[in-house]
């Protein structure tokens, strides 16, 4: 079981996988959301379609570690943007990663503008799983 040291106590990693936007792929997220699972992490997944609004109302209501975005759309930059702005005005400091198709140049942008990781096609679980055990300490 992955654990994460909170004020004494361990606790479960608990991460939001969420699919903004207008892309009706979900397989990946579905997978990545599974093998966190497996891990041993808790994991909230809000299906497809999902506002900027809505997954930063999931974040503050499920009180997540990590905030995950599967995005195939081609709109990351506008969408992880949105995310990024509703998460400040609410005062929210929870680290993202990004997965999809997305451009090296775009991943680049991203990761400059705070994301903490992004995954392409062919990441492993282990790696993601890896990431985040840094990214909820």
Known sequence: MSTQSGLGQDRIIRVLVA???LDGHDRGAKVVARGLRDAGFEVIYTGLHQTP???VSAALQEDVDVVGLSILSGAHV???T???DLMKKQSLDTPIFVGGIIPDDDA???RKNGVAAVFGPGSSIGE???KIKTLAK
Do not use: F, W
Request: net charge negative; proline share 11%; glycine share 6%.
């Open 19 to 21: 699919k903004p936007g």
């Open 53 to 55: 609004e809505m997954v």
């Open 78 to 80: 506008p969408l992880v």
């Open 82 to 84: 949105a995310i990024q």
């Open 108 to 110: 680049d942008l991203l």
């Open 128 to 130: 993601i799983v890896e």
